[in-house]
């Protein structure tokens, strides 16, 4: 059975095992075609951006801690999600907000991606965010074709469309709820783009 030395000196049995079990991308949600969009994306800017009232750039952000099982672990700078860890990330918000509605993500002028763009919902903890590796679940529905439940998976559908070489734009398939959210680019790292939807204010109108 192989051993994983990770940061701090902590030893977990058979990590690399639990990694290759469960660790493989999940079937993908993304979709283009008939429901294409576009955006005006920021055109000379490399980096990750969301665009609300306008475009802020994300940035990311590496997990303060890990829990393997019922056990700790230090934070990995980059790695796999088997489906029994949660990473937590500090603060109870992020830094890059948008208002609650229709949102789009620019992924602008990046070479290459390391996995299929993913959103993924956090769950917000004392002074902390937490992204668990186990709702992260795309379920077999009628017909054979595969979906996240939305009960049972933290995963948000989404519609993806590359307008240009090197630029991808990622949109949730329904307008997101106030809460935190983050873009993960391969549902198997942890090192991800944090960003908030703030909660409208009182009285204002339901988001479109």
């Given at each position: 059975?192989?051993?994983?030395?990770?940061?701090?000196?902590i030893?977990?049995?058979?990590?690399?095992?639990?990694?290759?079990?469960?660790?493989?991308?999940?079937?993908?949600?993304?979709?283009?075609?008939?429901?294409?969009?576009?955006?005006?994306?920021?055109?000379?800017?490399?980096?990750?951006?969301?665009?609300g009232?306008?475009?802020?750039?994300?940035?990311?952000?590496?997990?303060?801690?890990?829990?393997?099982?019922?056990?700790?672990?230090?934070?990995?700078?980059?790695?796999?999600?088997?489906?029994?860890?949660?990473?937590?990330?500090?603060g109870?918000?992020?830094?890059?907000?948008?208002?609650?509605?229709?949102?789009?993500?620019?992924?602008?002028?990046?070479?290459?991606?390391?996995?299929?763009?993913?959103?993924?919902?956090?769950?917000?903890?004392?002074?902390?965010?937490?992204?668990?590796?186990?709702?992260?679940?795309?379920?077999?529905?009628?017909?054979?074709?595969?979906?996240?439940?939305?009960?049972?998976?933290?995963?948000?559908?989404?519609?993806?469309?590359?307008?240009?070489?090197q630029?991808?734009?990622?949109?949730?398939?329904?307008?997101?709820?106030?809460?935190?959210?983050?873009?993960?680019?391969?549902?198997?790292?942890?090192?991800?783009?944090?960003?908030?939807?703030?909660?409208?204010?009182?009285?204002?109108?339901?988001?479109?």
């Amino acid at each position: 059975m192989s051993r994983l030395l990770l940061p701090g000196g902590i030893l977990i049995a058979a990590f690399a095992a639990s990694l290759a079990a469960c660790g493989q991308d999940q079937p993908q949600q993304s979709s283009s075609g008939n429901s294409a969009f576009t955006a005006d994306y920021p055109k000379y800017r490399p980096g990750i951006f969301i665009q609300g009232a306008s475009w802020v750039e994300v940035h990311n952000q590496m997990p303060a801690k890990t829990r393997v099982a019922h056990g700790v672990a230090a934070s990995l700078s980059y790695g796999m999600v088997p489906a029994k860890v949660v990473a937590e990330y500090d603060g109870e918000h992020a830094a890059a907000q948008v208002d609650s509605g229709q949102i789009t993500i620019c992924i602008c002028h990046i070479l290459s991606l390391p996995g299929t763009p993913t959103i993924v919902q956090l769950h917000a903890k004392k002074g902390a965010r937490e992204l668990d590796g186990g709702k992260m679940i795309v379920y077999p529905i009628v017909g054979g074709s595969k979906m996240a439940d939305a009960k049972k998976s933290d995963l948000v559908p989404v519609i993806q469309e590359q307008p240009e070489n090197q630029v991808w734009l990622v949109r949730p398939q329904s307008p997101l709820e106030p809460g935190e959210y983050a873009l993960m680019l391969g549902t198997q790292n942890i090192n991800i783009y944090p960003f908030t939807v703030a909660a409208p204010p009182a009285g204002a109108a339901p988001p479109q």
